[in-house]
């Protein structure tokens, strides 16, 4: 089930006093939603159909605890349609029958209906056909929710008529944002110092109904002074990670993955890749640096190093949390375990000081362009060599500028692919010479 259970009644009518922590937080319009401005904001997807005034059916694919049962009850409210909400979960095809008859009598009146479906990939292939000739219709704006990838587990002529629209993993600033309104309708600060309730935050995983759930029962306890993080940890039986992500712990681990795929110990790699996610690191931070690493450490040595990176990234970016996290440790098991060079990393700083060094010196006339005839006249581009044409396709030539000595400043190793790199480098170098002599 996604953050709050489904039910007919609006929101407003649905909370109570004795209600959960989560419901009484509720979101009372999308502009209170936290971690969706990218779907809820004015330029969002949803926030464009609302100020359009017309909602299109929809596929809400995101993890739990993300909005995405709020999201669609707002969405009835903001432009004026009954609501009805079932689960897979717990309804079968007499319960679709009954909703979509409710719907028919609702459309008699003059009113349209918003139905969500709750983890609607729970749904065989059969009863997800029979949403088809309604949403056909337009007897009901279909609003489904699910935590799967719905390229694999729904419909294809259902995909087609529906918009997927993705919901992020709340971040810690719109779980702190939780947190905070916990404490204004509580009317007294959570029993937490600064660092549990950091600990707090990166144990949600970015589910905010779990954050609310475990902030009630901190509440609960009656909890006379701030428990530090590992006290917190023991009262709720969960345990939290230390780990500071904008201090010494998250850079401590940081360059501790760093420092394990430089030295080729794919274990040790792995164990700080986990250490950092399972407490709750942003995914993508952590691939954005070992694709650093990629360039930095490995380069040349074993070109596909990088390639593996960028595909981890679509990898993740496509399936999401925890599925799109075995492609970001296969991404850093291969750094690991590749063959090391940091030969790109030093050419790169020792260019970009010589840049700095020399200015703005002419390239030689020879390789520079000359688009009009005039320049032609002057001697731009005069006395280039087409390499293609050369013996063995390499001319030889000069590429530096008269006033500047050649430079050196990518010299590979004897590892991995470099090796050959070397080689080529190498057989230049003496074609070079020769032609000189000649």
């Given at each position: 089930?996604?953050?709050?259970?489904?039910?007919?009644?609006?929101?407003?009518?649905?909370?109570?006093?004795?209600?959960?922590?989560?419901?009484?937080?509720r979101p009372k319009t999308l502009e209170e939603v936290v971690g969706q401005d990218h779907l809820t904001g004015p330029d969002g997807a949803i926030g464009r159909m609302v100020r359009a005034g017309q909602l299109g059916s929809m596929i809400l694919w995101g993890p739990p605890g993300t909005g995405k049962t709020t999201?669609?009850?707002?969405?009835?409210?903001?432009?004026?349609?009954h609501y009805k909400a079932i689960s897979a979960v717990f309804s079968g095809v007499a319960d679709l029958k009954k909703a979509f008859a409710e719907a028919d009598q609702m459309a008699k009146t003059g009113k349209k209906t918003l139905l969500f479906v709750d983890e609607i990939h729970r749904f065989n292939r059969a009863q997800q056909d029979g949403f088809l000739p309604f949403v056909e219709r337009g007897v009901v704006t279909l609003v489904g929710a699910t935590t799967e990838n719905p390229s694999f587990e729904l419909n294809a002529a259902l995909l087609s008529r529906a918009q997927v629209l993705v919901l992020h993993r709340l971040g810690p600033e719109a779980l702190n944002v939780?947190?905070?309104?916990?404490?204004?309708?509580?009317?007294?600060?959570?029993?937490?110092?600064?660092?549990?309730?950091?600990?707090?935050?990166?144990?949600?995983?970015?589910?905010?109904?779990?954050?609310?759930?475990?902030?009630e029962t901190l509440y609960n306890s009656r909890i006379e002074e701030p428990l530090e993080p590992g006290a917190m940890a023991a009262l709720l039986h969960r345990r939290v990670p230390v780990y500071d992500k904008d201090r010494e712990g998250h850079y401590n681990l940081i360059s501790a993955l760093h420092k394990s795929m430089r030295g080729s110990d794919p274990q040790a790699s792995l164990y700080y890749l986990a250490r950092m996610l399972v407490a709750g690191e942003e995914p993508l931070y952590v691939l954005r640096?070992?694709?650093?690493?990629?360039?930095?450490?490995?380069?040349?040595?074993?070109?596909?190093?990088?390639v593996q990176c960028l595909a981890a990234k679509d990898a993740y970016e496509f399936l999401g949390s925890p599925e799109g996290e075995l492609?970001?440790?296969?991404?850093?098991?291969?750094?690991?375990?590749?063959?090391?060079?940091?030969?790109?990393?030093?050419?790169?700083?020792a260019a970009?000081?010589?840049?700095?060094?020399?200015?703005?010196l002419m390239p030689p006339m020879n390789i520079v362009n000359a688009p009009t005839k005039m320049m032609k006249e002057l001697g731009y581009g005069k006395g280039y060599a087409y390499d293609h044409?050369?013996?063995?396709?390499?001319?030889?030539?000069?590429?530096?500028?008269?006033?500047?000595?050649?430079?050196?400043?990518?010299?590979?190793?004897?590892?991995?692919?470099?090796?050959?790199?070397?080689?080529?480098?190498?057989y230049w170098e003496r074609m070079k010479n020769e032609r000189e002599q000649a």
């Open positions: 089930m996604d953050d709050l259970f489904a039910g007919d009644e609006p929101q407003e009518q649905q909370t109570r006093e004795n209600a959960p922590l989560a419901d009484r937080l999201i669609a009850q707002l969405l009835a409210g903001s432009v004026g349609m939780l947190l905070d309104r916990a404490e204004a309708e509580k009317g007294e600060p959570l029993p937490l110092t600064d660092d549990a309730r950091e600990a707090l935050v990166a144990s949600a995983d970015g589910d905010g109904r779990f954050l609310l759930n475990q902030a640096r070992i694709t650093r690493f990629a360039s930095e450490d490995i380069g040349l040595a074993d070109p596909q190093a990088l492609a970001i440790a296969q991404a850093c098991l291969y750094c690991a375990t590749a063959a090391k060079s940091n030969a790109a990393y030093k050419a790169q700083k970009w000081r010589s840049a700095k060094q020399t200015g703005s044409d050369a013996e063995g396709g390499f001319s030889g030539a000069n590429y530096w500028p008269e006033e500047m000595e050649p430079e050196r400043y990518y010299t590979p190793t004897d590892r991995g692919f470099e090796r050959k790199v070397t080689e080529r480098m190498a």
